[in-house]
């Protein structure tokens, strides 16, 4: 067995306790949440998620090693009820608890079982690494298990909208609208303009902060033009 030094990787390690959260998470979600999908067999989609990363090198995880996974979730949000955010996660996800009938990706089943999660493996075990994982900036390691669990479903979550759908945004930061982040490259460059006719943004400034028009901004404008290159209208409101 290879020693490994507790520090290997700079980021946190596997959360505590991870299939058990896992497991309570997703019979909370199909069992009491949505038990129009009491059904589904949380054993199965447990070992589908494991199955993409347990005994692989961590930096090396592929979007093929989630298609397992993402067939067992079937479930799509409805048209105009799909809400995307970007910094401004904690506002966004307290909007869809009050409203009731938005959802952002963790309000979906995957979403909500890895939703604050950390996990990785290591090719010498089959257990998950609970003293480090790649940080997806610190460490030189985009592919991590993490980063590519997030892109695999934040673009599944996108190329599933229709209608109208929302963006948060937080006009306090002064690019509300980032190219690489995973709105602006995987969800934005994702959404099907033979279904997405409209893409509409709520600009959020912080209460008792500078006032401002981000609506009318350079970073807004930038989103405006590739809205409309990709043929879906664009339309933004201000501290909606
Ligand atoms: P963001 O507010 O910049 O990032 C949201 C969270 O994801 C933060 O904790 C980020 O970490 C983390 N994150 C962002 N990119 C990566 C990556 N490549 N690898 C690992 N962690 C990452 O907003 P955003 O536009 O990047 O992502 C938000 C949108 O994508 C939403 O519309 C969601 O549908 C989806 N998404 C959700 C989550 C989540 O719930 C993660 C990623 C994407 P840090 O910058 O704070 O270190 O956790």
Known sequence: VRWRSP?????????KHFSEIFLGRCFV??????????????????????????????????????????????????CNKTLFWSKSK???????WVHGNIFTLEDTLLGYIADDLTWCGDPSTSEVNEQSCPHWKKDNCPNNAASVFWKVVSQKFAEAACGVVQVMLNGSLSEPFYRNSTFGSVELLNLNPRKVHTLQAWVMHDIGGATSNSCSGSSLNELKLIAMSRNITFVCQDNY
């Open 7 to 15: 520090l290997e990787w700079n980021g946190e390690g596997t959360t």
């Open 29 to 78: 979600y199909t069992q009491i949440i949505r038990p129009e999908l009491r059904n589904k067999d949380c054993t199965q989609i447990m070992a589908a998620f494991k199955g993409a990363f347990i005994s692989k090198n961590p930096c090396s995880i592929t979007k093929e090693d989630y298609q397992p996974l993402i067939q067992l979730d079937t479930k799509a949000v409805p």
């Open 90 to 96: 904690d506002l966004a996800h307290q909007y869809t």
